[in-house]
């Protein structure tokens, strides 16, 4: 069901010259970042109510509701198989690409329905970025990279696009590294530069929301730390949810975190993903209200 970002963006790039109007809200203005709280004050950027994710007649993830706020770092993890990043490529409709995938209930963006009728999934991917499990750059210069996005959004002068490449290299924390080489590939970076050429060509096009899939997972541990700094550094401008497997991650750079388990059908020997506790990462991880959390968090279940 994977989709290399290489056939995303030329899909992305195709569909532009069709695209049809959408009813998307802008996004709000910044705000200072908020304490997390079971209550948060901030602004609701996704609900989810009630939500199923079927791949043909297979339902793989079962009423997931919840709520994601803006200028936060939201974590989901749980055991291999659970849903984790089919949930998150429904918050970008990135699963409408899946053929005979479909999703019932209702996922809104900043009170929005994502799914509604004449709302463009080009339109939200633009809006909702995503960052791949693999650092996957696309065969061209850095600078290529990076312009890419703004290009098939119709931008061309090149002091422009000079001022956003450099403005997006900067907010990957990877300009004073790739600088004076921004003709060189993309292809030639170290894994974690590489990945964050992935963010910063995300960042280019001035997204509201960045969904990041296992990011870390194919990074060593120096490479890692640079991206969740990364990460800590850019939540301030834009809200984050982050799909891993290491929970120690998790604890480290998110305010909320998801628990996802399996449901497991004995007579069809058939898994489907469910959220089963959602909450503040402290109190996930320190004090879990469903025990299936408790044994997960605790190492008990794998």
Known sequence: MEQSEQNVAAQTETETQTQTQTRLPKPA?????????????????????NVSIYYSSFRAVTDVSLDIYENEITAFIGPSGCGKTT???????????????????DVKYRGESLYAKGVSPIAVRRRIGMVFQKPNPFPKSIYDNVAYGPRINGEHNKKKL???????????????????????????????????????RTLAVEPDVVLMDEPCSALDPIATG?????????????????????MQQATRVSDRTAFYSVLRDEKSDTRTGVLVEYGPTTQIFEDPHDSRTQAYVTGRMG
């Open 87 to 105: 949930v998150l490529r429904t918050l970008n409709r990135m699963n409408d690409l899946v053929p005979g995938a479909r999703v019932e209930g």
């Open 29 to 49: 203005a910044l705000e200072e970042t908020l304490p997390v709280s079971a209550t948060p004050t901030g602004a609701e950027i996704f609900k989810t109510q």
């Open 226 to 246: 640079a991206i969740e700094d990364l990460m800590r550094e850019i939540k301030s401008q834009y809200t984050i949810v982050i799909v891993t497997h290491n």
């Open 162 to 200: 000079d001022e956003i490449v450099e403005k997006s290299l900067r907010g990957a924390a990877l300009w004073d590294e790739v600088k004076d080489r921004l003709k060189n590939s993309g292809l030639g970076l170290s894994g974690g530069q590489a990945q964050r050429l992935c963010i910063a």
